[in-house]
T-cell receptor, first 114, second 112 residues
Framework: AQSVAQPEDQVNVAEGNPLTVKCTYSVSGNPYLFWYVQYPNRGLQFLLKYITGDNLVKGSYGFEAEFNKSQTSFHLKKPSALVSDSALYFCAVRPEYSNYQLIWGAGTKLIIKP | EAGVVQSPRYKIIEKKQPVAFWCNPISGHNTLYWYRQNLGQGPELLIRYENEEAVDDSQLPKDRFSAERLKGVDSTLKIQPAELGDSAVYLC??????????FGQGTRLTVV
């Protein structure tokens, strides 16, 4: 079965330190990959996507993500965390055969401590 | 550009009562999605519309859930009757020409 895994329920990082939120997937073919962020009592906000090309993609709010095909991973990163980055982060994958289906991870709660 | 607008933001109802959610997608977006998100989980698709046609409703519990998108713009999602297990956040999203979808703020439903 196709799936997306976010192995960490929660990630704690000190402000100013680099952060990584992990995502791995099990989807056939060449999927599209996405990251969304959800702040408390807010909807999901699109951060960035990988479709093809450079393995390092840049998105909103200084976030970037690195695609690794051999490891089937798409980890979200930021060089210097802000307290305001504290939120819930979701990885999602679109299978190659579908224009619309998204397979979602369970989410990772990111806590940035001052 | 205005985003996806949903109302109400919060709703508390007693079980067995009906409830309806409304969504106004981003102008020009022909694809509209309704998702349900339980606490600590990713969203799960309930139904997808292409204009006014429901093209994927395989995950919609049709015994109690219904949806419509008249004129291919606004959409409503209804639950009748509501059950305790329906407590969740209901998210509407829209897109044009595929994904990624853009989400509204959601309606948090509490069934008591």
């Amino acid at each position: 079965a196709q799936s997306v895994a976010q192995p960490e329920d929660q990630v704690n990082v000190a402000e100013g330190n680099p952060l990584t939120v992990k995502c791995t997937y099990s989807v056939s073919g060449n999927p599209y990959l996405f990251w969304y962020v959800q702040y408390p009592n807010r909807g999901l906000q699109f951060l960035l996507k990988y479709i093809t090309g450079d393995n390092l993609v840049k998105g909103s709010y200084g976030f970037e993500a690195e695609f690794n095909k051999s490891q089937t991973s798409f980890h979200l990163k930021k060089p210097s965390a802000l307290v305001s980055d504290s939120a819930l982060y979701f990885c999602a994958v679109r299978p190659e055969y579908s224009n619309y289906q998204l397979i979602w991870g369970a989410g990772t709660k990111l806590i940035i401590k001052p | 550009e205005a985003g996806v607008v949903q109302s109400p933001r919060y709703k508390i109802i007693e079980k067995k009562q009906p409830v309806a959610f409304w969504c106004n997608p981003i102008s020009g977006h022909n694809t509209l999605y309704w998702y349900r998100q339980n606490l600590g989980q990713g969203p799960e698709l309930l139904i997808r519309y292409e204009n006014e046609e429901a093209v994927d409703d395989s995950q919609l519990p049709k015994d109690r859930f219904s949806a419509e998108r008249l004129k291919g713009v606004d959409s409503t999602l209804k639950i009748q009757p509501a059950e305790l297990g329906d407590s969740a956040v209901y998210l509407c999203a829209s897109s044009s020409g595929g994904i990624p979808p853009f989400f509204g703020q959601g309606t948090r439903l509490t069934v008591v």
